[in-house]
């Protein structure tokens, strides 16, 4: 008999705690091992790390009932199903990094027990998941070995996790069973695959948005070198007609996973992903782009120049991979002085959005935070590569 139905290992982050949450709502007794001592306190006491929609009520309905926290990994050994967040990182050279997975595993296996179902829900290079059940089958344990990656839009995580289809994938049928009535709970929608097939879809998946970006971020460019609206040209596009409907528009294409997992896709074809590594050229080259612009038309070393909108994406307090910090570190050199501010992200150097328009002569919108519609830029010069202001730029 096992003390909790659900451990999820790294379970206050982004992936983990919504889905530690929807479980415990749907009733399952699930149990979140973490080694962030603050992160636990936070949650037992019911407040999000981060921000993320409908997760605190959910948290007040489960907390002590259904959901419980422990930074003691011998709950790990007490769960039916043992839920790992850890994913595939790249190194300074954009490789995939293998041994701090590796490292994870070899801590709990002494903590996993036969019969359990280890769920591995973070992006995994190629191959990977097969590579860690002859790992744990090495180690002389029977435990069924499943690979069922996160899908959501952060926050957008309590909605998303039972409105979306969720694609499970297993060595053998009975774990693929197990994990296959367990996510039911949050959606009927069911997509079974090989372990290789879901790696590759969530591969696909994140890096088919970063090729999607980067074709509207080199079409903005291009229509910037030649003087020309992109938004005007983007309508006269998308309007009303089917065959462009999805164009995304321009912007920042950031974040903790598009990026990465383009480079892992690449390293995968032994860097002969050509179209992906021009997503990256196009879509990190932004920053710099609109720099050189401002360059042509300003003296940038006797400019104030402000970013607003620090955060990956608009709504967000999460700053991974944000290119408004790669903006900030290029204006650094550039402009005489360079000033920030997020309603959302906490940062002690960071100054007010008004502050900041009084400072600066040149603003850049980083993230399209909403808010920043209603703006009074004071007739200062906007930089706003989302057309979040339209007209009032």
Not at 126 to 137: D, V
Not at 148 to 156: S, V
């Amino acid at each position: 008999m096992m003390n909790y139905d659900i451990c999820v290992i790294g379970g206050c982050g982004h992936v983990g705690l919504p889905l530690a949450a929807a479980f415990a709502k749907e009733g399952k007794k699930v149990i979140i091992n973490d080694i962030n001592e603050k992160a636990i306190k936070l949650v037992e006491n019911c407040q999000v790390p981060f921000i993320e929609d409908g997760l605190e009520d959910v948290l007040k309905q489960t907390i002590g009932k259904t959901l419980f926290l422990s930074s003691d990994k011998k709950v790990i050994s007490e769960s039916e199903f043992v839920v790992v967040v850890v994913g595939t990182p790249v190194d300074e050279h954009l490789n995939p990094v293998f041994s701090i997975l590796k490292k994870f595993f070899d801590d709990i296996i002494p903590f996993l027990q036969d019969g359990q179902t280890v769920i591995l829900r973070s992006t995994l290079y190629p191959g990977l998941t097969k590579k860690l059940n002859q790992m744990l089958t090495s180690s002389g344990k029977n435990i069924g070995v499943c690979f069922c990656p996160e899908r959501i839009l952060e926050g957008k995580s309590m909605e998303e996790l039972c409105a979306l289809p969720q694609i499970v994938s297993s060595f053998n049928k009975e774990s693929l069973t197990k994990v296959a009535d367990l996510f039911k709970l949050l959606t009927k929608d069911i997509i079974i695959v090989e372990p290789v097939e879901a790696e590759l879809a969530k591969l696909f998946t994140n890096t088919w948005r970063y090729i999607q970006f980067a074709a509207a971020n080199q079409f903005y460019m291009m229509a910037e070198e030649y003087g020309a609206d992109f938004y005007r040209i983007h309508h006269a596009m998308t309007h009303n007609y089917p065959r462009t409907k999805n164009f995304p528009k321009a912007g920042f294409a950031a974040g903790p996973c598009l990026f990465k997992d383009c480079m892992q896709l690449s390293a995968f074809t032994d860097n002969k992903f050509f179209l992906g590594h021009a997503a990256m050229l196009i879509n990190e080259g932004l920053p710099n782009f609109i720099v050189s612009k401002l360059e042509e038309k300003h003296d940038l070393s006797k400019k104030n120049v402000g970013i607003i909108g620090m955060a990956f994406k608009s709504e967000s307090d999460d700053i991974r991979e944000s290119l408004s910090y790669k903006l900030k570190k290029i204006l650094d050199i550039k402009a005489k002085c360079t000033y920030c501010s997020d309603p959302f992200v906490k940062d002690s150097l960071f100054i007010s959005e008004n502050e900041l328009i009084e400072r600066c002569d040149i603003i850049i919108i980083g993230a399209p935070h909403k808010v920043y519609k209603t703006l009074d830029f004071k007739n200062k010069i906007a930089i706003d590569v989302w057309n979040i202001l339209g007209d009032k730029k």
